[in-house]
């Protein structure tokens, strides 16, 4: 099975910022937006998210599977949220408007539900999915846009030690040779009748065959590690400071980007210490509540 | 000075400096009637879990346990594309499922790694083999998410601060019927609260119960599995069920504050439909790979 990263080489302004830059900029732009319900303010953060987005050059064709998934989900989760009375943390909103009460009877059991549909109740839907699909898109353009070879240095400049950054850019190194070992293995086992899309059997049955596939690539994989350790202890691995082989230097663009990341967030703190940035119901949502 | 000494003085400082961030916000919610400050509720839940983790590992400085050698340094590595190609491979090749069931064979792998070589290895080959599955399939980075699943690898590696398994089993069980008595104790004495799903005052004694029945069971299948299987079964299945309730409720609940999700939505939309699932594919696999490494780990006597 070919395991291939989603990451191209673009030419986008996008992918010429240093990756540090972009990732502390995504986490002030993600705990700057979980301040927010006001409509208002969450369609700001989309805009600029939908703008880095556009500015990835990212194509409908590579990303449909993604945003099909993520998009069901995203709805899902807002409707169960609308569906299960107070939406929301507790501090959203404290008053309803009631616009209108649906309702039905269950045939058979002759249970009465309702629905009960607020302003507020729709006003935070709304925010929440802007709010929701602020911080995907966000989330989405780095795999897409960040080279996977670079993602060691980048979180050793982030301050994550070392070892650990070692640890990171090694896992990276092994995807494409897990997965050849995954199609071997998975050959092998089909030459000898197994057949993982049909899996038969009770739930405990077809979770216990897949063991055939896991046990070998994984067993495999610790088996190897054993010369991967020694080849590391006699180089000294550990001993001393390491040196990577990509250098990363911050340029202006960058600086730029880390500066307005973080002076998003102090505003974000400022404007939500001040109780600016709540649940805003608009105008006309109340009237058709009293109306 | 060591470098532990440093990494455990620099942890000193972030610790001080997070606490006194706390009382801030703790002080300005205080001084502004509490609504103003939006984000003080995450982030006194925040810092009491950072700082129940530190504790931890304050009182379990000394142990291997926490050692990251080259060992431990390849094992996080291997672990973490393990998990973040498994995670690809059964999202993307057709897979049947029973009724609500997925198939989720992936999540044996941080709770072994976790349980194997310790909850450093563990808790990286969770967060970081989260990253990468996220990165294969394209779906971004979910921080919250991340975390969780670190923590499910990270909680099986506790089971090597103890002196041997039975004592770790010893430890859960207590620690079990302790927590169950005092949720319990805290319904009973204020059983009438706000529903999660309504909003409107309701009865919640009957949770007592669920819990003291929960407890029960697992009490119990932790002395059947010992007596009639092995203390390792036991353990790892104990540990990674932990683990598992852990590092999805982290992130499940998480999602109340990060995406605006009603409890209700948290527990029956993301904690309930990956909680349950993963437990079951995690009792029935990780055994078996525990069984197939003791195996080697006899033959080749490292």
């Known amino acids: 099975m070919l395991i291939a990263w989603r990451y191209r080489e673009r030419n986008t302004i996008i992918q010429r910022l240093d990756p540090r830059a972009r990732i502390i900029f995504m986490l002030a732009m993600l705990f700057s937006i979980i301040q927010f319900w006001d409509l208002r303010i969450t369609l700001l953060f989309l805009g600029v998210a939908v703008l880095q987005y556009a500015l990835a050059r990212l194509t409908w064709r590579e990303t449909r599977r993604v945003w099909i998934l993520i998009s069901f989900i995203i709805l899902f989760m807002t409707i169960l949220t609308f569906l299960t009375g107070r939406g929301g943390v507790e501090y959203a909103y404290h008053q309803e408007h009631l616009i209108r009460r649906l309702g039905l009877t269950l045939p058979i059991v002759g249970w009465q539900v309702h629905l009960d549909v607020t302003a507020e109740k729709t006003i935070f839907a709304i925010s929440q999915l802007a709010r929701m699909y602020a911080i995907t898109i966000m989330a989405i353009t780095i795999p897409y846009t960040v080279d996977p070879s670079l993602y060691g240095v980048t979180f050793r400049g982030l301050g994550l030690p070392d070892k650990f950054a070692y640890a990171m850019d090694l896992a990276f190194r092994f995807v494409p040779t897990l997965g050849r070992d995954f199609s071997v293995t998975l050959d092998s086992q089909r030459a000898r009748g197994y057949e993982v899309e049909k899996l038969s059997g009770g739930i405990v049955a077809q979770i216990r065959r897949l063991a055939p596939l896991l046990v070998p690539v994984t067993i495999n994989a610790i088996v190897g590690a054993e010369d991967i350790i020694d080849a590391m202890d006699l180089r000294a691995f550990g001993v001393g400071p390491r040196t990577w082989v990509h250098e990363l230097t911050y340029r202006r663009a960058d600086k730029l980007l880390i500066a307005a990341g973080v002076l998003v967030f102090v505003a974000s703190i400022v404007l939500a210490f001040l109780g600016i940035g709540k649940l805003w119901v608009p105008e006309v949502l109340l009237r058709l509540a009293t109306g | ?302």
């Open chain 2, 1 to 302: 000075m060591t470098t532990q000494g440093f990494t455990r003085n620099r942890a000193v400082v972030w610790l001080v400096v997070l606490v006194v961030i706390v009382l801030l916000m703790a002080l300005a919610s205080l001084l502004t009637s509490g609504d103003k400050v939006q984000g003080v509720a995450p982030i006194g839940v925040t810092a009491i879990g950072l700082i129940g983790v530190f504790a931890v590992y304050l009182v379990t400085a000394r142990s291997e346990a926490w050692v990251v050698g080259t060992r431990q340094v390849v094992y996080m590595a291997i672990g973490a594309a393990l998990y973040g190609v498994f995670n690809y491979i059964f999202n993307t090749i057709p897979m049947p499922s029973v009724s609500q069931v997925s198939l989720r064979p992936a999540v044996c792998i941080p709770i072994f790694f976790g349980y194997v070589f310790g909850p450093v290895v563990g808790f990286f080959t969770g967060a970081v083999g989260n990253i990468l599955g996220d990165f294969l399939t394209g779906w971004g980075v979910y921080p919250a998410w991340d975390v969780g699943n670190g923590l499910m690898g990270m909680v099986p590696g506790l089971v090597l601060l103890f002196a041997d398994k039975k004592r770790s089993l010893n430890f859960l069980t207590i620690l079990v019927a302790v927590l169950i008595v005092i949720a319990s104790a805290l319904i009973y004495l204020n059983p009438k609260v706000p529903g999660p799903w309504t909003g409107e005052i309701e009865d919640f004694s009957f949770w007592a119960w669920a819990f003291i029945i929960g407890g029960v069971v697992v009490i119990i299948g932790r002395f059947v599995l010992e007596r009639f299987a092995s203390i390792d079964l036991a353990a790892i299945n104990i540990w990674g069920t932990l683990g598992i309730i852990i590092g999805i409720g982290f992130a499940a609940l998480a999602d109340i504050w990060v995406n605006g999700y009603s409890f209700a939505t948290a527990i029956i939309g993301e904690f309930a439909p990956a909680a349950g699932p993963n437990i079951l594919n995690a009792m029935i696999l990780t055994p078996i790979l525990l069984a197939a490494y003791q195996a080697v780990q006899a033959r080749t006597g490292r």
